[in-house]
């Protein structure tokens, strides 16, 4: 997200959260601002904190859309200057964007430091949100690729990346800094390995069962997982890559896990006494305001996909095989009647939302054909599409998301490459920024044949950045700034600014897509147009174990 899936690093949606720690970025902007930099070209991370280093320091931030310009940005600011250049930017697929123009650099003897954002070291290979392998992606391509411990001698090195950065062959320097250390696992509970008998017996004993749904169940028939979920009396709620796989109209159904929970959903789920796992790697946003004090019961095929600190069991198998770990069923008229009723105070909830975004998403899940290929993006408004019961796939729908990395305009891209003039409509649910990323090759898949249809959120620019950006403290603001359509894209593009005539501009929308004019629908939001996702106060909230404490807002 993006967007969405960093909140739980960042502040929360209706409030201003002051970190008691120190801003790990001040002691290392300060070493810029002796050196003499007065400019830095990138994008913040979600948190902020380097962007309000840069400007108590005065040192502004010239950024860009895409990663990959600010590179060169920076480079071409070194060419001519006295100093190297610096670029300062986020984490994981950050990161990567940079490759290519760190690889002109290096062979160029461009000096460039960049500084990235990372995750904690006692939160790397736990399926943390954008947590990659970066400084090995850098070794390559730079003089010189480190992690920073964030204490005091991080100055020091600071100091010796810019030297060396212009010490002949000049080249490019990273330096990675580092969240702070504290959200790792906690607790003596772990999970362990145990045979069908054994898990057999957990489920037997379990009074609240909840079924979550991942990825790796896709090929799960559908049927078994129903018959799972009534044969428990279990809560159904999936990952964002395991959407689709259970049908969301089922009344057993509860939404997406995690980060995404409204709060009917996410006081239920925190009842559950036993967290059946099936096909999920279990990374950060799925856990975001889980019950990880239940029985964790996880069934992947990859042993290196368990969290073994979640406690609980686990067993490496193929999730096709689910019916032989199912007791026989036993009511549980108490928790059947807790899930209806979070789902029943969900559709209410919903029922009242007079948000654009949320209408648009209600009514165009009316209007979809069955067999719609749903492709999601990562971003601000686009984030309703994630909030049950707001946009309930078809029944035979499929959904493609973004992995934990949610690199910006994935999904625009691969919705152009899954449409097919012959194929099922396919519908790219994405906002404005992301949408940008895309724009020279827009024009060519617009201009050919093909079921093809963006729903684009649009609210002028980064509205994620810019609404961090509010609600730190932080003065940059991130909107306002995109370039107008080319000329095909344009053409195929419909306005929407309000609800008045919404079902028919939709469905007439959809109609076009499917006679193979690819359409874009543009829903002008209002930057205040956010989903109510799980709110968490980045001070009470740890991850993965420790303290557990959410509060909902």
């Known amino acids: 997200m993006s967007a969405a899936m960093a909140a739980v690093r960042t ?7 002051q970190h008691e720690e120190p801003n790990p970025w001040t002691r290392l902007v300060q070493v810029l601002a002796e050196a003499g930099t007065t400019r830095v070209f990138g994008l913040p991370d979600d948190d902020m904190q380097s962007q309000r280093a840069l400007e108590a320091a005065g040192i502004g931030m010239r950024w860009s859309t895409r990663q990959s310009s600010a590179v060169h940005m920076a480079a071409g600011a070194a060419r001519i200057g006295t100093s190297p250049g610096v670029c300062v930017v986020g984490r994981g697929p950050a990161v990567a964007a940079l490759v290519p123009g760190l690889l002109e650099a290096f062979h160029a003897h461009v000096p460039l430091v960049v500084l990235a954002a990372g995750t904690a070291e006692d939160r790397r290979g736990t399926g943390a949100f954008q947590d990659a392998p970066t400084v090995d992606l850098m070794a390559p391509v730079t003089k010189w690729a480190a992690r920073l411990s964030g204490g005091p001698g991080d100055a020091d090195l600071l100091r010796r990346a810019l030297a060396l950065a212009a010490q002949a062959p000049a080249g490019p320097v990273y330096l990675e800094v580092p969240d702070a250390a504290g959200l790792g696992p906690g607790g003596s509970r772990r999970s362990r390995s145990e045979d069908a008998t054994g898990i057999q017996g957990v489920l037997e004993r379990s009074e609240r069962p909840l079924l979550l749904i991942g990825g790796g169940a896709a090929d799960v028939p559908r049927a078994e997982l129903v018959r799972a979920a009534v044969r428990l009396g ?7 890559s395991g959407r689709g796989i259970f049908p969301e109209s089922h009344p057993n159904y509860l939404g997406l896990a995690g980060l995404y929970m409204g709060t009917p959903v996410a006081r239920t789920v925190n009842h559950s006494d036993v967290v ?20 964790w019961i996880q069934i992947n095929a990859h042993a290196a996909d368990i969290r073994h600190w979640l406690p609980g069991a686990h067993r490496v198998m193929d999730a096709r095989d689910l019916a032989d770990l199912l007791p026989l069923p036993r009511p549980r008229a108490v928790w059947r009647a807790e899930v209806d009723s979070a789902r029943s105070e969900a559709l209410r909830v919903a029922a009242r939302e007079q948000s654009l975004s949320a209408q648009a998403l209600d009514r165009l899940a009316e209007v979809l054909p069955e067999d719609t290929v749903v492709v999601q993006e990562n971003g601000l408004h686009d984030i309703w599409s994630y909030c049950f019961p707001h946009f309930v796939l078809p029944e035979g729908a499929t959904c493609v998301a973004p992995s934990e990395q949610t690199t910006l305009g994935c999904g625009v891209a691969a919705a152009a490459g899954i449409a097919e003039r012959d194929g099922p409509l396919v519908a790219c649910l994405t906002g404005d920024t992301a949408l940008a990323t895309f724009r020279p090759d827009l024009e060519d898949q617009l201009a050919s044949p093909r079921p093809l249809l963006y729903i684009v959120f649009d609210d002028g620019g980064m509205g994620w950045l810019d609404r961090q950006a509010q609600l730190t403290g932080a003065g940059g603001r991130f909107v306002g700034r ?5 000329p095909a894209e344009a053409q195929a593009t419909v306005h929407v600014s309000g609800t008045e005539g919404l079902s028919s501009v939709l469905a007439s929308a959809v109609e076009r897509a499917l006679r193979g004019q690819p359409t874009v629908v543009r829903l002008h939001v209002a930057p205040s147009d956010v989903a109510p996702v799980l709110r968490t106060d980045h001070d009470h909230l740890e991850f993965p174990g420790g303290r557990h404490e959410e509060e909902r807002r």
Do not use: D, I, K, N
């Not at 502040?11 to 959260?17: F, Q, S, T």
């Not at 305001?289 to 239940?294: F, T």
């Open 276 to 295: 059946l796992s099936l096909g999920s790697s279990l990374e950060e946003t799925a856990l975001t305001g889980m019950p990880l004090q239940a029985e």
């Open 482 to 486: 995109m370039t107008a359509p080319a």
């Open 234 to 240: 279990a809560g159904v709620v999936s990952t964002a």
């Open 11 to 17: 502040a929360p949606m209706e409030a201003v959260v």
